[in-house]
């Protein structure tokens, strides 16, 4: 095109026909490309100076740490295993290591001890002042510009995300014949276009039963938008890693997110022991939530602590929270990912890693400090992963034994699932043993048309002494009633149980009766809460 002219109409057009929810996708484009820099120094990878020092191409700051070391005779020792990584990030983190990589890259003592003893003092003086403590030489090097450049790409995508995740689109929900599954919410975004309204942590209103389920709702379309526009930035990964990163994040991001936003608002709209969510809404601490809420009393607790020590002594800036948010999601470990893009998660994940080590040592300055910041935040994402830990096994039980099972959203019943989950995921295998391949393909498939359209009615029907389940004609076909059981010792695991002894164990058969009754005491109270 020309100088001065115009995009054709077709072309503005296809310009602006890219939906908003996949714009950050092009701001990741060009970060994978490479530079070709100048010699660099063989110890950190830091621009080399014009000429070598002590036998090998060093930077300047490397030179200086050498020729102190030896001349001063000092010696060092690693707290870790003697293999730490050298760069221009993190040099200074470990001397030790830094200066066995300087012995193995060529440099000699020899050298430094041959040195005139009339050398200049207030040249030498010099040099150790521009030791690699101030590094000013370091900032302008071609490496380190190209790490800013990344870095700031990637802080900018995570902030654009952010910010189409929490707005509101103000378009109508399409009108749906069936209940679509997660898959269909990850590849169609549209289908949650009803749900996604403005998100405001004002905390003016104690919430009700109402406002817990619009809450509740609504931190659940900002994560599967928060999870699916950050994954879509690499085109390895599949629908299907996808969906794993989102089951594995999406209560860890959602609880992060409420502590943030209950340190921002603290003490300014509402009381000061409270979680704030986002419909201008709070529960508070000590009392007792909604009936459906999919926090429990234990939760909002923890939270509140969690906000007042933890989050309130780091001072995190808003650069850091979204990393943070983006490394929740980043899991490599996530149940159900394919071992072909674990790698490529793991990458992604250092790459965010290595920005957030960047922001604190812009903060602190010394590498130490920034590396103790780094694991501070580290520490606080393992905290709330237990904690969502616990909080999935509670919606489990709500989704089980909620009494009108038409008030809970499919959408949420195929992400937690119930107690039952892993005994069904069991029955399933055993069915597989039995069915031939493609048998076994035709009833997954009738199963999954019927799943999320209603809740399991097979733990409506209880009592106080007994609990009936009835078990799916899909899964369990008259035909194969005969069956013997898997295993005598094969029971019925409810994770999370306490104490245990209110679980009784019955045997669990492949292929059970239409009905099958299991033994069932009362619960103590404060398994629901």
């Known amino acids: 095109m020309s100088a001065g002219a115009q995009p054709c109409s077709n072309q503005r057009a296809s310009a602006n026909a890219v939906d908003a929810n996949d714009r950050p996708l092009a701001y990741l484009q060009q970060s994978k490309e490479k530079t070709s820099v100048g010699t660099l120094c063989v110890v950190c990878g830091d621009r080399a100076c014009s000429h070598l020092y002590y036998g090998v191409a060093a930077c300047h700051g490397c030179k ?70 101030s590094s000013h030489e370091s900032i302008d090097s071609p490496v380190a510009k190209r790490q800013k450049s990344d870095d700031h790409l990637l802080i900018s995508t995570l ?57 509740e709702r609504r931190l659940l379309t900002w994560t599967l938008d928060w999870c699916r526009q950050l994954t879509s930035i690499e085109d390895d990964l599949k629908t299907s890693d996808k969906l794993a990163l989102f089951r594995a994040g999406c209560t860890p991001l959602t609880l992060f997110e409420l502590a943030i936003h209950t340190t921002s608002v603290r003490g300014k709209f ?44 780091l001072e995190l800036q808003p650069k850091e929270i979204l990393l943070m948010k983006a490394l929740i999601i980043l899991n490599p470990d996530a149940s159900g990912l394919s071992t072909t893009s674990d790698s490529t998660v793991s990458a992604f994940r250092d790459r965010v890693v290595a920005a957030l080590f960047n922001i604190c040592s812009e903060r602190q300055m010394e590498a130490a400090s920034a590396a103790a910041r780094l694991s501070k935040m580290h520490f606080l994402i393992s ?70 359209l209603q809740h399991n009615n097979d733990y409506n029907h209880w009592s106080t002494n007994e609990l009936t389940v009835s078990c799916d004609a899909t899964f369990y076909p008259e035909t194969y009633s005969n069956y013997s059981p898997v295993s005598s010792s094969s029971y019925v695991s409810v994770p999370g149980s306490t104490p245990p002894e209110f679980f009784p164990k019955p045997h669990l058969y492949a292929f059970a009766p239409a009905q099958t009754h299991l033994p069932f005491y009362d619960l103590p109270q404060s398994c629901f809460m």
């Open 383 to 452: 905290q709330i992963t237990l904690m969502a830990s616990d909080l999935v096994e509670h919606l489990r039980l709500r989704n089980t034994f909620v009494p009108d099972a038409a008030e809970l959203d499919p959408i949420l019943i195929q992400l937690y699932g119930d107690i039952f989950e892993d005994t069904r995921s069991m029955v399933h295998m055993a069915e597989d043993a039995y069915l031939a391949p493609s048998q076994r393909a035709d009833s997954r498939s009738q199963g999954s048309q019927q799943q999320g």
């Open 159 to 215: 902030s654009l995300i952010d910010k189409t995740a929490a707005d509101g689109n103000g378009k109508k929900a399409l009108a749906m014949e069936l209940q679509p599954s997660l898959e269909d919410l990850i590849e169609e975004p549209a289908l949650l276009n009803g749900h996604r309204t403005e998100m405001t942590y004002k905390s003016f209103t104690a919430a009700d039963e109402t406002l817990c389920s619009n809450g």
């Open 64 to 133: 200086c740490f050498f020729w102190r070391t030896v001349k001063s005779g000092l010696t060092y020792s690693c707290r870790f295993d003697g293999d730490c990584s050298i760069s221009t990030a993190g040099r200074n983190a470990c001397r030790f290591c830094r200066f066995n990589r300087c012995i193995k890259a060529g440099m000699k003592i020899e050298a430094v001890r041959m040195e005139s003893k009339k050398a200049d003092k207030k040249k030498r003086r010099s040099d150790i002042d521009t030791d690699d403590e």
């Open 270 to 313: 509402g009381p000061e022991n409270l979680i704030a969510l986002p419909n201008d809404s709070y529960l508070q601490q000590d009392v007792s939530p909604p009936s459906n809420c999919f926090l429990n009393l234990k939760t909002v607790n923890a939270l509140v602590q969690l906000a007042n020590r933890n989050l309130k002594s």
